[in-house]
């Protein structure tokens, strides 16, 4: 569950650039730590539906 004013961070330009990405935020608004990820696809003039079939990460 999302805190009530839960802090986004944009790593866009990381993964375009397939770097690895440094949460900044430090503080908890709700019980318990956690990440949310949304995505947006930009495909252009492509008009065929898409599939993501998975994606990875790991955290230190």
Do not use: C, H, Q, Y
């Amino acid at each position: 569950m999302l805190g009530k004013l839960p802090t986004w961070e944009d790593a866009t330009n990381n993964v375009k650039f397939n770097r690895g990405f440094i949460f900044t935020n430090k503080e908890k608004t709700a019980e318990k730590w956690g990440v949310s990820v949304r995505f947006v696809f930009v495909k252009g003039v492509a008009t065929e539906s898409m599939i993501v079939r998975g994606f990875g990460g790991a955290f230190d």
